[in-house]
């Protein structure tokens, strides 16, 4: 009902991916998953029983419906400090690297993100160039030196909208800097993160981005009504923010083949949707309610 085709799935394990194989071959899917393995801020060790359980799954599940070969690490947990020190989280990026499989880290604090920033870059020295694609999730707050490096490293900023303008902006620190991400080259790939947040409404999430104005958020006491302000020269356009959710968050999945962009030879997943959101005004765009959801050319969503 919110016309989402593909989820990644932040944290998950064999027995989920496993899950997700079981409803492919009944038919019961109806979008795509890309599963990573990791628990909130739980830290990652390389027991034998990890290795072999991420290698069944890379084997055994990589087409378009149900794929791993992904590994999610929590490199902190609501924000500083970081949840392993340098050295270990760089030996274990770097070992998993050599091993082929794509690496997405949570960060949301300064000393974290810079962390993850140096190990990539490690990995990429002492294993090789190739085409990792590295990512970041949230990346709240960057020191302003690591904001180019994302670019340098071809890493991708893979970030919510609905995260955006706490009230540590007000006091004059400038975060979820998408802006200035995008000018300096970098990807930027948006998501809701639910059910972190509510609602999973890709809408929701572009008005976030065209406005820097965020009408909710979710606490554990449940979602707080406030209305809070981001830094202003930080709004992305609407063209930026579809590509985000689109094109470039199916590049983040190794998928851009086949998903992310509506032409000749490529899968049929597709939302038809109420309003031209590339012609409404940014305070409307939430409202943007889904007519049709079509995933391989297949109808599973009609309201």
């Not at 800097?177 to 809701?192: D, E, I, P, Q, R």
């Not at 639910?194 to 981005?209: I, L, R, V, Y």
């Not at 979602?223 to 356009?237: A, F, H, L, S, W």
Request: net charge neutral.
């Amino acid at each position: 009902s919110f016309g989402i085709t593909s989820a990644t799935m932040a944290t998950g394990s064999l027995a989920d991916i496993e899950l997700y194989g079981r409803m492919r071959d009944r038919g019961l899917l109806t979008l795509r998953t890309r599963t990573s393995f990791g628990a909130v801020a739980v830290n990652h060790h390389l027991t034998p029983q990890f290795l072999a359980a991420l290698e069944k799954a890379r084997t055994n599940y990589h087409d378009s419906w149900v794929s791993a070969n992904l590994v999610k690490f929590f490199s902190d947990g609501l924000a500083d400090p970081p949840l392993y020190t340098p050295e270990e989280f760089k030996k274990i990026v770097v070992e998993l690297d050599k091993r082929g499989y794509q690496i997405m880290s949570h960060s949301i604090g300064f000393d974290s993100a810079r962390m993850v920033l140096d190990a990539y870059q490690a990995a990429e020295q002492i294993n090789g160039p190739r085409d990792r694609r590295f990512r970041m999730e949230h990346a709240d707050f960057l020191n302003p030196e690591d904001v180019s490096r994302f670019s340098n490293l071809s890493v991708i900023a893979s970030v919510q909208p609905s995260f955006c303008c706490t009230p540590a902006e007000s006091k004059g620190k400038k975060i979820d800097v998408w802006n200035s991400l995008l000018k300096t080259g970098a990807m930027v790939a948006f998501s809701s993160d639910w059910p972190g947040t509510w609602p999973p409404s890709p809408f929701a999430g572009m008005q976030e981005a065209l406005t820097r104005e965020i009408t909710r958020e979710v606490t554990p006491q449940g979602p707080v009504g406030e209305v809070k302000y981001g830094k202003q020269d930080e709004r992305i356009t609407i063209e930026q923010a579809v590509l985000a959710y689109t094109r470039d968050a199916a590049y983040a999945n190794f998928a851009e083949t086949r998903t992310g962009t509506l032409e000749p030879g490529k899968l049929a997943d597709l939302a038809v949707l109420s309003r031209d959101i590339f012609t409404a005004r940014p305070e409307d765009v939430g409202k943007t309610k889904v007519t049709m959801t079509m995933v391989g050319g297949k109808i599973v969503f009609e309201p």
